[in-house]
């Protein structure tokens, strides 16, 4: 049927945004294999760093006092300042009562003993389920650290996971603390030593070769702080082009860089006190210009670098910018950045990803961010109609399908 006005076309971008699939190509989520990794429920919620940072702005509570509670006393606390104390307008309060309200719990009842008898009557493998049915989900994509002791046994069993979640090779431990890593690879029977040379690199593949065997990854990742130099002569750098982008080019793997992130601006909050700065993306430019069969995906933290991203993504076509994540991850935000997007770069892009370290937290963000791609998309259509443009059904679903999963997959068989 085709659409004869432009509410229909209204009604069609809204429908088709709601019922496609979601692939959400960045999470700090694990399948159930994973144990204790794997966060979910209301106490998880509510003690997220993201709403931690929100409590110290109202609560003069010391910081050491707050961190020596048990976790439910600091979710206690949480709710009672953040929440009934204070209106919880702020997007991640917000969000966590969009997510206890798609799973059929009430925000009106302010009951948080009914929201924890809620989570401890379900099984985790019965909640994963409906969390991917409640929120659309198609897959989502862990982030996984061959370093880290809880996984590490898991892969190394190698009994197959739920193919739901797919796996992305972290580097931080490898090639941020280098001085740390090579003491464990050491350990692990690899020939490498503190000073970085040719036979070090050597080692350092053959490792990421059998963890890429391992864990099937979709890409590696790092993210990296705003001021990260890649032409300086440090052991990250090096590493970077020595071993991980040529690795990255001979197994066809995207390389994802999350740049901008101030580590410690304030220590004593801890997870929450981790701030933002704007990078340079001349450093960006140059990488893409310098291994042009290389393909990363990138996503800056700081809305200043926003405009210059999606410019430089003009000139590479191996360069995807990806995802509002963390402080931009805010309504006012995503919209201008997905409607800079949608109107520098067509639809090649991927407008967002879920960054979830709660598996909950997966059903606000994508109802968030499906409501203002919704809107940002009929806007966008609703200006191509007024130029006498005429898009079909089948159209809108090919075009939604791209931004919500799609691009990501073609990027990968690029
Ligand atoms: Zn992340």
């Known amino acids: 049927m085709p659409i004869e006005n432009e509410a229909q076309l209204k009604q069609t971008i809204w429908d088709v945004v709601h019922r496609t699939p979601v692939l959400d190509i960045h999470t700090h989520l694990y399948d159930a294999r994973f144990g204790e990794r794997l966060l979910w429920g209301i106490d998880e919620l509510l003690t997220y760093h993201y709403l931690i940072a929100e409590f110290f702005r109202y609560s003069p509570m010391d910081c050491d006092e707050f961190f020596d509670l048990s976790k439910r006393e600091q979710a206690d606390l949480v709710w009672q300042h953040v929440f009934l104390e204070n209106s919880p307008v702020s997007e991640s309060a917000r969000g966590v009562l969009t997510a206890i309200g798609l799973l059929g719990q009430d925000p009106r009842s302010r009951d948080l003993g009914a929201f924890r008898r809620y989570f401890e009557s379900k099984a985790i493998e019965e909640h994963i389920s409906d969390v991917f049915r409640i929120g659309n989900l198609e897959s989502v994509v862990m982030t996984n650290d061959p ?32 001085d740390d890593a090579c003491k464990s690879l050491k350990e692990w029977g690899y020939k490498v030593k503190a000073r970085l040379d040719k036979n070090v690199y050597t080692e350092i593949k053959r490792f990421l070769v059998e963890w890429i065997e391992k864990m099937d990854p979709l890409y590696m990742a790092v993210s990296l702080p705003n001021d990260f130099d890649f032409s300086d002569k440090s052991n990250t750098a090096k590493l970077l082009h020595k071993v991980i982008i040529p690795l990255c080019i001979e197994a066809n793997l995207p390389l994802a860089l999350m740049i901008g992130v101030k580590r410690g601006v304030n220590p004593a909050i801890k997870l929450a006190g981790d701030g933002v700065g704007k990078a340079d993306i001349k450093q960006l430019e140059q990488l893409c210009r310098e291994y042009p069969q290389a393909k990363f995906m990138v996503t800056y933290l700081s809305r200043e670098n926003q405009h210059e991203l999606c410019v430089t993504a003009r000139k590479f076509a191996n360069l995807m910018p990806f995802g509002c994540w963390w402080f931009l991850n805010d309504p006012e935000t995503i919209t201008e950045m997905t409607r800079m997007r949608l109107e520098l770069l067509g639809l090649s892009f991927i407008p967002q990803h879920s960054d979830a370290r709660v598996l909950d937290q997966v059903l606000y963000k994508w109802a968030h961010s499906r409501w203002i791609i919704g809107m940002v998309l009929q806007d966008k259509y609703s200006d191509l109609w007024r130029t006498g443009w005429r898009v079909s059904p089948e159209e809108i679903e090919r075009d939604v399908a791209r931004l919500l999963g799609g691009n990501f997959k073609n990027f990968l068989a690029r």
């Open 147 to 178: 370093f880290d002791e809880v996984e590490r046994p898991v892969w190394e069993d190698g009994i197959p996971g739920d193919s739901r979640f797919k796996a992305a090779l972290r580097l931080d431990s490898l090639i941020i603390s280098w």
